[in-house]
T-cell receptor
Framework: DAKTTQPPSMDCAEGRAANLPCNHS???????VYWYRQIHSQGPQYIIH???NNETNEMASLIITEDRKSSTLILPHATLRDTAVYYC????????????FGTGTRLLVSP | DTAVSQTPKYLVTQMGNDKSIKCEQN?????MYWYKQDSKKFLKIMFS???????INETVPNRFSPKSPDKAHLNLHINSLELGDSAVYFC???????????FGPGTRLTVL
């Protein structure tokens, strides 16, 4: 699985967009980009994933660059409840492969 | 409706004891996992079962023995507990091979 690089921490004001970057310069053609988050003391929660097109769901948007070497998770209107550690993971969609969690980005949303 | 549940939520025990953590999912998934999150918050997979068969074993000490009586349950039994086993253990489930995994609330194990 390709390695990912994320900033250790970010701050965001409540109501503003939170843009969380992830570098995955060694990503393979069949690897997807996944985002999970872990709110304090809870189990990780799936957010979104994509291959090369931008994706949007009720939680967030995922923007993947054309060369697929980096991506950005966007929380359009961050709330205090979005304070969490956000993990960017790349892996193939199918098969008996594990999710490898890195150190993630700790996002702090403040009033 | 709890999708992935674990019991107990907290477990405090002495070194050398044997303990079990239970996990159940009601999502109809066929693949289940155990993860360990240590005090430094690193989250690492330990085991994965698909249709009651072990498919991933991440060189975990054989004091740890997962057991899957059916597709909806994956229990973790730990023998001869050590101080280093103190961690939060998360169970998760998914459909075969897919990376959208659903996690339980975790079991905080403290070994004294």
């Amino acid at each position: 699985d390709a390695k990912t690089t994320q900033p250790p921490s970010m701050d965001c004001a409540e109501g503003r967009a939170a843009n969380l970057p992830c570098n995955h310069s060694t990503i393979s053609g069949n690897e997807y980009v996944y985002w999970y988050r872990q709110i304090h003391s809870q189990g990780p929660q799936y957010i979104i994933h994509g291959l090369k097109n931008n994706e949007t769901n009720e939680m967030a948007s995922l923007i993947i660059t054309e060369d697929r070497k980096s991506s950005t998770l966007i929380l359009p209107h961050a709330t205090l409840r979005d304070t969490a550690v956000y993990y960017c993971i790349v892996r193939v969609e199918l098969g008996f492969q594990k999710l490898v969690f890195g150190t993630g980005t700790r996002l702090l949303v403040s009033p | 409706d709890t999708a992935v549940s674990q019991t107990p939520k907290y477990l405090v025990t002495q070194m050398g004891n044997d303990k079990s953590i239970k996990c159940e999912q009601n999502l109809g998934h066929d693949t289940m996992y155990w993860y360990k999150q240590d005090s430094k918050k690193f989250l690492k997979i330990m085991f994965s079962y698909n249709n009651k068969e072990l498919i991933i074993n991440e060189t975990v000490p054989n004091r740890f023995s997962p057991k899957s009586p059916d597709k909806a349950h994956l229990n973790l039994h730990i023998n001869s507990l050590e101080l280093g086993d103190s961690a939060v253990y998360f169970c998760a489930s998914s459909r075969l091979g897919l990376s959208e995994q659903f996690f339980g609330p975790g079991t905080r194990l403290t070994v004294l």
